[in-house]
């Protein structure tokens, strides 16, 4: 039996030459997988340091709790905030650095 049609595009080609020598799933698990961005690893790995931060991240919501009634804008959180997030970046580097490709 023969798959090649006219007008089939050197893709279409491929398509047809990868169905001959492998399983259709794998195909397109391949052809699918080739087009995904890689995940983010930091993003998970954050969430896993976030819980060793809760010292700095109470000192953050205290501070913002403090300004909630402040009208001249002269108040601000910005050390706190600076503070929490180095300590999740600081223990986010210990790993991540392992698990980039």
């Known amino acids: ?9 050197s893709r279409c080609l ?4 990868n ?3 492998s399983s259709l799933l794998s195909y397109f698990i391949s052809f699918a997988m080739a ?10 790995l954050e ?8 010292k700095q991240l109470r000192s953050y919501e205290a ?8 009208e ?3 108040k601000h959180c910005t050390g706190q905030y600076f503070d929490y997030w180095y300590c ?3 223990c986010v580097a210990q790993t991540l650095f392992s698990k980039l490709k």
Request: some cysteine.
């Open 1 to 9: 039996m023969n798959m090649v049609r006219k007008g089939c595009s």
């Open 14 to 17: 491929e398509f047809q030459g």
């Open 19 to 21: 169905l001959r020598n």
């Open 35 to 44: 087009d995904e961005e890689p995940a983010d690893q930091k993003k998970y």
């Open 47 to 54: 969430e896993g340091c976030k819980p060793k931060c809760v």
């Open 63 to 70: 501070c913002v709790k403090r300004i909630e009634g402040d």
């Open 72 to 74: 001249s804008g002269h």
């Open 88 to 90: 999740v970046d600081k």
